[in-house]
């Protein structure tokens, strides 16, 4: 059961380049998602998206650009890597429905540990 | 924005000591969750609270959601090695996923 699938798990960038995180996910979830991790500071949301086609900014989304062509797929761009952009990044999936809600849970990828210096 | 502090923000302790975190918030949430993260790996669902007072147990770990849903507890009975950890509380509005707060986060370290 792959799950939620984010490559690469580690890399380091010099100030200036630009790279993509790639996420893929085989559970045919509608609500797709990028959150960075600070230490000290929880899991921060960059981008999400609610479907195919369709995304939204999070709390964070300067510096970064999504999307989302197929259901499985959601990567995130970096144009400029600025040092502030060190992080560890975690893709997520979820499937959403209106109602019931209850059960309704964040599944995450492992993480992309990103430099940059 | 939605705040959730969460204290303490680490935690070392004996295996078999007791042990509480907490998950504070002057916002109403419609659900909130607890995560466990272990190192280089994204964060699990342990449970969903949806009923202001509610308390759940899964094995040796009880949560509990305020009556207000503005805060939530874990507490932990005879901690385990295996308990190691950064346990996460993350608050849903009425918005969606989409609106999922997280809090701070907490390192649990249990020493055999």
């Known amino acids: 059961n792959a799950g939620v699938t984010q490559t690469p798990k580690f890399r380091i960038l010099k100030i200036g380049q630009s790279m993509t995180l790639q996420c893929t996910q085989d559970m045919n979830h509608n609500y797709m998602y990028w959150y960075r991790q600070d230490p000290g500071m929880g899991l921060k949301l960059i981008y999400y998206s609610v479907g195919a086609g369709i995304t939204d900014k999070g709390e964070v989304p300067n510096g970064y650009n999504v999307s989302r062509s197929t259901t499985e797929d959601f990567p995130l761009r970096l144009e400029l890597a600025a040092p502030s952009q060190t992080s560890v990044y975690f893709c997520?999936?979820?499937?959403?429905?209106?109602?019931?809600?209850?059960?309704?849970?964040?599944?995450f990828g492992s993480g992309t540990q990103l430099s940059v210096l | 924005t939605q705040l959730l502090e969460q204290s303490p923000q680490f935690l070392s302790i004996q295996e078999g000591e007791n042990l509480t975190v907490y998950c504070n918030s002057s916002s109403v949430f419609s659900s909130l969750q607890w995560y466990r993260q272990e190192p280089g790996e994204g964060p699990v669902l342990l449970v969903t609270v949806v009923t202001g007072g509610e308390v759940k147990k899964l094995k040796r770990l009880t949560f509990q959601f305020g009556d207000a849903r503005k805060d939530s507890s874990l507490h932990i009975t005879a901690a385990q090695t295996g308990d190691t950890g950064l346990y996460l509380c993350?608050?849903?509005?009425?918005?969606?996923?989409?609106?999922?707060?997280f809090g701070t986060g907490t390192k649990l370290q249990v020493i055999p």
């Open positions: 993350a608050g849903a509005g009425s918005g969606g996923y989409q609106k999922v707060t």
């Open positions: 997520a999936s979820s499937y959403h429905r209106d109602s019931p809600r209850t059960n309704e849970k964040l599944f």
